[in-house]
């Protein structure tokens, strides 16, 4: 059974940085793009950023800048840098992965890690 599973959330203050991890397992087959996603309470879900099997990367506007994916496909792991954190980007953050097998694309999903900007 594929798994993501999410770690490195917290309370920190304004300014501050934290690394979130996603580890993922249980598959024969490769990630093609993995993302990190986002949701405050009261608030939709927004994808913050991804990244490709070729390590091509996007952000959403408003983390550009500040947030950093990456990811290493021999630990099967993704990471997101966030530096000069706000308290606008208090969520739980969750990892997706997206495995692709010929015509059938299948996305899966960690379990959420609260991130907590707050003086």
């Known amino acids: 059974q594929v798994q993501l599973v999410e770690s490195g959330g917290g309370l920190v203050q304004p300014g501050g940085s934290l690394r979130l991890s996603c580890v993922a397992s249980?598959?024969?087959?490769?990630?093609?793009?993995m993302r990190w996603y986002r949701q405050a309470p009261g608030k939709q879900r927004e994808l913050v950023a991804t990244i490709t099997s070729g390590g091509r990367t996007t952000y959403a506007d408003s983390v550009k800048g500040r947030f950093t994916i990456s990811r290493d496909n021999a630990k099967n792991t993704m990471y997101l840098q966030m530096n000069s954190l706000k308290p606008d980007d208090t969520a739980v953050y969750y990892c997706?992965?997206?495995?692709?097998?010929?015509?059938?694309?299948?996305?899966?999903w960690g379990q959420g890690t609260q991130v907590t900007v707050s003086s």
């Open positions: 249980g598959s024969r087959f490769s990630f093609s793009d």
């Open positions: 997706s992965g997206t495995i692709v097998l010929l015509t059938t694309r299948t996305d899966y």
